[in-house]
């Protein structure tokens, strides 16, 4: 049984068991509170699936690609879970939760803002019934995405989904995604030549 | 029965800061801190802090919890700055709380993170005497406070109306080529220099400033003051007097800051003062607030240094004067709030 959280769009926590399913699942798909509902969320799935944190077997979580702040939100929220608990945590690639359902080559979007997308290319599900990510993730001006692959443009990320695909992961035993989160964007990009310095102050 | 643990974290500005005391002892105080990643750029680039924060956060945990000697099962309530700081760097350590207290099965208590630098002191041997006054100065914030009840009642007297004291040692360092962070610095190259060489001018000090901003601060007119001066020297094919330059700005920022805060002692009939704040490492800050106090029959208070600076101790210690006084958790739903005032000392 895992808690699974993920912040790469709007905010979601689901708990999920391999057997059972889904057992609770809240999502929000406003990008503006992930760090205020996290507490909540996580509080109330717990209840509705009638779990305490040591029986959970491990936390997974959604690496992005995903907006800086929001995303941070989550993966903060399951190391320090996990933690406290003492289990694990497990990452996934959380447009990879968005392809465990295309079955056909696709290429998943999402909103990077700043007038960019994010997006990773698929070839449908391997015979564990896992995406198989071919291309990405990536960051892209609109007219620059890549093309091949029916585009799927996705407004949020289930955290059950991202969850289901972390037990099938373990039970197929393949490697989980790496630790570190998907910013792909430096993080001196909002500095501006105001405070990089050097000007003169008299003309 | 002793005192409850509680375990404070502290992401406002660039050091992940994890504390916990018993009550108002000290049993760990750990900070891993951003400070060089923040180098190339001469000062907080707040995307470099919040990244730094989410790496720091679980060995940062793990060296309090062994510091301590304590374990998870022993801590029995969470506490966490929830503002004023950095937005996104305030998130990282606001999501953790809420998650460490969820799986401890814990109360969480969101705390004001200027209200912390005074609650550092109820950790030093002396007993916190109030009302004081408190002065506190870092790079992210220059606020000088009346404490007359560290959970009930604190007013905010005066602050910065633009930068911060600390951000304008970094602003100044830049400008002559000294290096990051700027107080240290600044510090450094002053030793030698002439404080009385260069007279900057005093923000806010003015008698017509007086009236509106009588405990409010500026620093940006000081910053664009000492670059006028040493791009007009460089204009002239002149040598700049380094040393002479940081003297005479380290002791326009350290006359302002102590001249305001002792006023405010006199001025309210309050006979202590509390510095707090990073920039309280400052030597020159230190001295003149020493000699000033005494002169004015004010007793100063100055926590150990690592107090001084932001940590999750402070944090952990407002948390554990919160509990103690029998005040309800936070709750869960609580946001980050980058310009929480200070008289919201819980959320
Ligand atoms: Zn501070």
Redesign the pocket.
Known sequence: MLLAIDTSAGTSVAVVDRDAGVLAELSTDDTRRHAEVIGPFIAQALEQADVTAQRLSAVAVGTGPGPFTGLRVGLAAARAFAFGAGKPVVHVVSHDAIAATLTAPALVVTDARRRELYWTAYDGLDADGLPIRVDGPGLAKPDELPTGRERHDAATVSAAALGLLAEATWAAGRDFASSEPLYLRSPDVTISAATTGGRRVTQ | MSAPIVLGIET??DETGVGIVRGTELLANVIASSMDEHARYGGVVPEVAARAHLEALTPTLTEALERADVTLADIDAVAVTSGPGLAGALMVGVGAAKALALSLGKPLYAVN??VG?VGADVLSEEELELPTVAL?V?G??TSLLLVRDLIDDVELLGETIDDAAGEAFDKVARLLGLGYPGGPAIDRAAADGDPTAIRFPRGLTQPKDLERHRYDFSFSGLKTAVARWVEKRQDAGEDVPVADVAAGFREAVVDVLTQKAIAACTDLGVPRLLL???VVANRRLREVAQERADAAGVALRIPPLDLC??NGAMIAALGAQLAAAGRAPSGLDFAADSTLPVTTVQV
Do not use: M
Request: hydrophobic share 15%; with cysteine; proline share 0%.
């Open positions: 406002s500005c993170h200027l630098h506190l870092s992210g914030h707090g704040g990073g600076t932001d």
